[in-house]
């Protein structure tokens, strides 16, 4: 069952994500030039040189167009009110989107022509999107030669790495693909030698060039970081831009907005407590087993407490390290995240699963969002993480046009008498059944809405802008077909 968002919801969304990717791309060209932010007092300096993705080798390096990060990976968590928060930025390689894309082709495939009928908003132009704002970044743009740069088959990633590659039309490459020579990055191939101009990377800083970070590394390119300093090649996301999705730096989005952009932001985030400042320290060791604490450069949902649903002797090993490290943990307050019906094939039944949502941002000369994003989902039972890495899964999202409603009003008798249909097309008419109200007011979840909902799954009562409810049925849903969990099921983690 894919999760559904309305067209007026989504703009909330976009808006938000633009006014955040355009002021963490001017905060990132801040710090790696005057500084004046730190300079101001805003953010502390201590908090950004003690970074572990602050990279000084590249401290001064005017990147193309004045863009560090090109692919974001935005997370957003609803809470029990309706609001969406973000969780965390992706800044570095954020992954995901090929399971975005294989989901949507999949749906397609399944049920040809419903898009169209009910209004979705495609996601397909996304590779061609991405294309594009690589190809921008050099001065032989549209002829620029573009390569994904990847640590190799064992990668965990590496479906992805093919996949968008393939998509592009572009080399997938290893760093013993390139070579550098004369001040260019040239790339090995059977006819020769060929130039690149623009390096999707998706290794991480610290292994990207041993002649710069680590020596020991294999999967970079010795020299590539001097080309990169003259300006010969360009490389997405740039060098040192995982600074600015540390989650302690995270806790200053809101005040960057203000300062780069003069605006309140537009998405909140989840309240922070800092390991670091003194003063919130002791509140976080006081209450670890009231919060949820992470590291602040973890992701996959490692490096974490979760302290309600932590034992005593976990919760003291745990403040064990924050004390002993306290600049490298945050902690955030237990938020209610919301449940989306998914199918469970052993009792096949649609259960609650917590959710989130991942969305897509491409920021070149323009910013470009995919409508929709990766919803990812708790599939183990018992489990509150939605990390592929901790067993999660995804499943398609769809944005609605503004014109969904009025498109769905039309179709509903139609679908009706789809659902009086044999054989074959159960499957279509199913789905025919679950989209018929997507034109409907959203209604608040119901205590007993949820098939198969325990003790603490029961979803408090919510104001019709927050969630919609979802029927055992899957007749008449509504525009959301999530529900709000209860505190004691719920977590935050992130995912590279």
Do not use: C
């Not at 096949?348 to 994003?373: C, K, M, N, S």
Request: glycine share 10%; hydrophobic share 35%.
């Amino acid at each position: 069952m894919p999760r559904i968002i309305p067209a007026t919801e989504w703009a909330h969304l976009e808006a938000g994500l633009k006014q955040r990717v355009t002021a963490l791309n001017a905060f990132l060209r801040d710090i790696y030039g005057k500084g004046q932010i730190l300079k101001d007092r805003i953010i502390p300096a201590e908090l950004i040189y003690t970074a572990s993705n602050f990279q000084r080798e590249v401290h001064g390096i005017e990147v193309p167009l004045g863009i560090y990060t090109h692919i974001v990976g935005t997370d957003l968590i609803r809470d029990d009110k309706g609001e969406y928060l973000v969780l965390e930025d992706n800044l570095r390689s954020p992954s995901g989107v090929s399971y975005l894309l294989a989901n949507r082709q999949a749906m397609t495939r399944i049920f040809p022509g419903m898009f169209d009928r009910k209004g979705v908003r495609s996601v397909e132009h996304y590779t061609s999107e991405l294309h594009a704002v690589l190809s921008s970044l050099s001065p032989r743009a549209p002829q620029a030669t573009v390569v994904l740069l990847t640590p190799g088959m064992y990668n965990s990633a590496y479906f992805e790495h093919a996949y968008l590659a393939q998509q592009m039309g572009i080399e997938l490459v290893e760093g013993r693909d390139l070579f550098v020579d004369n001040g260019r990055v040239w790339m090995r191939t059977t006819s020769g030698r060929t130039q690149v101009d623009v390096i999707y990377r998706r290794v991480d800083d610290d292994f990207i060039d041993p002649l710069t970070f680590r020596p020991d590394s294999a999967l970079g390119v010795p020299g590539l970081i001097d080309v990169y300093r003259n300006g010969h090649v360009a490389i997405a996301n740039a060098i040192g831009a995982g600074v600015a999705d540390d989650k302690a730096v995270y806790a200053y989005v809101p005040k960057m907005i203000e300062y780069y952009l003069n605006e309140k932001p537009i998405l909140n985030n989840v309240p922070t407590y800092l390991g670091w400042d003194r003063e919130q320290l002791p509140y976080i060791l006081e209450n670890a087993h009231e919060l949820v604490i992470k590291a602040v450069g973890e992701a996959g949902g490692y490096g974490m407490l979760i302290g309600p649903a932590s034992t005593r002797e976990q919760v003291a090993e745990f403040v064990a390290k924050v004390k002993e490290n306290p600049r490298n943990y945050i902690a955030q307050p237990v938020i209610s995240l919301s449940r989306h019906p998914t199918y469970y094939a052993d009792s096949d039944e649609f259960e609650p699963a917590h959710v989130d949502l991942r969305p897509y941002i491409l920021v070149g000369q323009d910013v470009t969002i995919v409508p929709g994003g990766l919803t990812r989902v708790a599939l183990k039972r018992g489990s509150l993480v939605v990390n592929s890495s901790q067993g999660g899964g995804s499943k398609d999202t769809w944005v609605l046009t503004p014109d969904a409603a009025a498109r769905s009003s039309q179709q509903s008798q139609f679908q009706g008498g789809m659902s009086q249909g044999q054989g074959s097309h159960g499957q279509v008419q199913g789905m025919g059944n679950m989209t018929q109200s997507f034109g409907l007011p959203e209604v608040a979840p119901q205590a007993s809405a949820l098939p198969g909902a325990g003790e603490h799954d029961t979803a408090p009562p919510v104001p019709p802008e927050g969630q919609a409810q979802f029927q055992g049925s899957l007749n008449h849903e509504a525009p959301h077909t999530e529900t709000v969990t209860s505190k004691e099921n719920t977590t935050q983690g992130g995912e590279g």
